[in-house]
């Protein structure tokens, strides 16, 4: 196989949108293992409840809220 063959599917890869969608993935993980250490007073301080922030710390990384989207940014 050629490198030019190789080239356009790395080209691809490297591009910067697939890494901007990894970083904000990594940005939101972090978000949820923060939010899973706060305090009760802290939640409500920011309007939600324990219930609230273990379902949301229990979502798995890649079920992103919507306004997260690309295509919505």
């Known amino acids: ?30 978000s949820r293992r923060h939010l899973a250490r706060l305090d009760d007073h802290l939640l409500r301080d920011i309007g939600l409840s324990r219930a609230e922030a273990e379902a ?12 997260w989207h690309r295509d919505n940014v």
Request: net charge positive; glycine share 2%; charged share 20%.
């Open 1 to 30: 196989m050629s490198a030019k063959a190789l080239s356009i599917p790395l080209i691809r890869l490297l591009s910067p949108r697939p890494v901007a969608g990894l970083w904000r993935l990594i940005a939101l993980s972090r």
């Open 56 to 67: 949301e710390v229990a979502r798995p990384v890649w079920d992103a809220p919507p306004h």
